[in-house]
């Protein structure tokens, strides 16, 4: 079984000529990239050395979020304004408005990642017969507005699953692993699901997907943004369950 690192939310990058369509002031930009990026989520998932692919999604979700449905109908997040191209902030006041060039922006951005992570699962499931992704996520130790779950007791590792895509025995592998690394761990909660291509969703079994969130105080200050000492270790613990899934 082939295995795909999907990293879709680390990215801070908004190109300069579509600054002039958010609302916020720098200031208030930086604190909104503060709150909704998944810090360094590329550099604990990375997996160089290893026979495992990964695919990066380049720009900021504040810019194009790609984990949303392209349909706001069939997106939830879009009653908060947080379809695939966020009108609102964490805490619901106006983001950017970017009606008049939502089809550049979706074809430039979401079409085309969501073109090479299809063809990307595609090819790793001819060659190996199945592949898993590992959509890979962080999470505020505490719940931001927006979100569905305002529980404020959070696991420190949530791990997302889908019925149909992710198989027990391997959101059970991910629990016992996190639970021996002295870590709690919660199952859906305070996010659930796990993303695979449209193509294959909900219809193809070799295509198999399982989303880890890592909270963030245990890698970073939240506050500043700036890594923590405990980096490299939570570093070397996702680098172990990288192998272990990928053997």
């Known amino acids: 079984m082939a295995l795909l690192i999907h990293i879709p939310h680390s990215s801070k990058c908004i190109p300069e000529n579509y600054l002039q369509y958010f609302k ?11 709150k909704m990026t998944d810090h360094y989520t590329d550099e604990l998932f990375d ?15 504040l810019l194009v979020d790609p984990e949303r449905f392209s349909d706001d109908e069939l997106e939830p997040m879009t009653a908060v304004g947080m379809g695939c ?14 009606d008049s060039i939502k089809s550049e922006l979706m074809s430039l951005y979401y079409e085309k990642h969501h ?12 060659r190996d017969g199945s592949v898993l992704i590992v959509d890979c996520h962080s999470f505020p130790k505490y719940p931001l507005p927006y ?27 991910l629990v016992n692993f996190f639970e021996t690394a002295g870590l709690s761990v919660a199952i859906d909660r ?3 699901g796990s993303i695979v291509p449209m193509k294959y969703w909900q219809k193809e079994p070799n295509v198999k997907s399982v989303m880890i969130e890592i909270r963030r ?4 200050n939240e506050k500043t943004g700036a890594k923590s000492h405990n980096f490299n270790e939570m570093q070397k613990t996702i680098s172990k369950i990288i192998k272990k899934l990928a053997n």
Request: proline content about 6%; some cysteine; glycine content about 4%.
């Open 190 to 192: 305070p996010f659930s």
């Open 147 to 173: 979100e569905l779950d305002q529980e404020r007791e959070r696991a420190e590792i949530c791990i997302g699953t889908d019925a149909f895509h992710t198989p027990t025995e391997i959101s059970t592998a």
């Open 115 to 126: 073109e090479e992570f299809t063809n990307t699962v595609t090819k790793l499931c001819e």
């Open 85 to 98: 191209l966020y009108s609102k902030t964490h805490n619901g006041k106006p983001l950017k408005n970017v």
């Open 217 to 220: 105080d245990l890698y970073m």
């Open 24 to 34: 916020l002031t720098p200031e208030a930009l930086n604190n909104e990239m503060l």
């Open 47 to 61: 997996c160089s050395g290893e026979d495992v692919q990964s695919l990066l999604f380049p720009i900021s979700r």
